[in-house]
């Protein structure tokens, strides 16, 4: 019983120990809505460019590895056989 007794005292002893404006490493909404409003967002011509770079990327990752191209949802030949489950 002495046990539980000083394990309950510790859990209060660290719940009371951060006051209420305080947080750790949480950004509290207000200040993520300021830190947006004063950046600018790239054009939408360059995020496109940029996923897509990163999406062929990915891709090409895929296909060297497991010898599927995902482009074109179709096997390749190498490393794995692909059979298909359901027509």
């Not at 005292?9 to 004063?38: F, N, R, Y």
């Amino acid at each position: 019983m002495a046990a539980t007794a000083a394990a309950t005292v510790t859990a209060t002893a660290a719940a009371s120990s951060c006051s209420k404006g305080e947080s750790v490493g949480i950004a509290a909404p207000a200040d993520l809505t300021k830190k947006a409003k004063k950046g600018r967002s790239p054009p939408a011509e360059e995020m496109e460019a940029f996923f897509a770079a990163a999406e062929g990327d990915v891709a090409r990752r895929f296909a060297a590895k497991y010898n599927y191209d995902v482009v074109t949802d179709a096997p390749m030949d190498g490393r794995y056989e692909w059979v298909r489950v359901r027509p």
